[in-house]
């Protein structure tokens, strides 16, 4: 069955650093998200992208973040400049129809 | 703008009893209605969906949930809980196919023998 693979599972990252968190979604969906999780707390939207551009983005989706699909597999988002508060698990996700399908998540640690 | 609530952070069931988890949601439109299940370090996983056909949604691992307008909710329920079932859910809604999930603080499921 086709899934949405994250990686890597868990990045420790200093603060201040750049971190890249990677996705490959399934291969014939057309809408990718990215989503985190704070520990104990909600999972909250952050952006979504079609047709190779942002189509909705959330007001934690600042400058410090983008988000680039280089070459039409991978999907990728990027924190500039890593903060304490930005530690969490991120989650991707892509769809096609109503469903949204989940990768793993990574758990990023900024220390 | 949507929100979802979910009553609830943790509910606590004995095996084979009813599950029960409350899911009220805030929409100007018509919403799509989903659950998900996330075991321990593990993603989220679909249970099942409302997307206005059936009021009565039946998903995997014999859950189901009713959506009821009149009442903005879509509870989840399970007449008989196996230790498997052990998780967190979350409810969630989105305006159409595909907008953005917003999700509820999700409710802690634990099943004690």
């Known amino acids: 069955e086709p899934e949405v693979t994250q990686t890597p599972s868990h990045q420790v990252t200093q603060m201040g650093q750049e971190v890249i968190l990677r996705c490959v979604p399934i291969?014939?969906?057309?809408?990718f998200y990215w989503y985190r999780q704070i520990l104990g707390q909600k999972v909250e939207f952050l952006v979504s992208?079609?047709?190779?551009?942002?189509?909705?983005k959330s007001e934690i989706f600042d400058d410090q973040f983008s988000v680039e699909r280089p070459d039409g597999s991978n999907f990728t988002l990027k924190i500039r400049s890593t903060k304490l508060e930005d530690s969490a698990m991120y989650f991707c996700?892509?769809?096609?129809?109503?469903?949204?399908?989940f990768g793993q998540g990574t758990r990023l640690t900024v220390v | 703008a949507q929100s979802v609530t979910q009553l609830g952070s943790h509910v606590s069931v004995s095996e084979g009893a009813l599950v029960l988890l409350r899911c009220n949601y805030s929409s100007s439109v018509p919403p799509y209605l989903f659950w998900y299940v996330q075991y321990p370090n593990q993603g989220l996983q679909l249970l099942l969906k409302y997307t206005s056909a059936a009021t009565l949604v039946k998903g995997i691992n014999g859950f189901e949930a009713e959506f009821k307008k009149s009442e903005t909710s879509f509870h989840l329920t399970k007449p008989s809980a196996h230790m498997s079932d052990a998780a967190e859910y979350f409810c969630?809604?989105?305006?159409?196919?595909?907008?953005?999930?917003?999700f509820g603080k999700g409710t802690r499921l634990s099943v004690i023998a």
């Open positions: 992208f079609y047709n190779n551009e942002i189509s909705e």
């Open positions: 996700a892509s769809k096609r129809g109503s469903e949204a399908f």
């Open positions: 291969s014939n969906h057309l809408y």
């Open positions: 969630a809604v989105s305006e159409s196919g595909n907008t953005p999930l917003v």
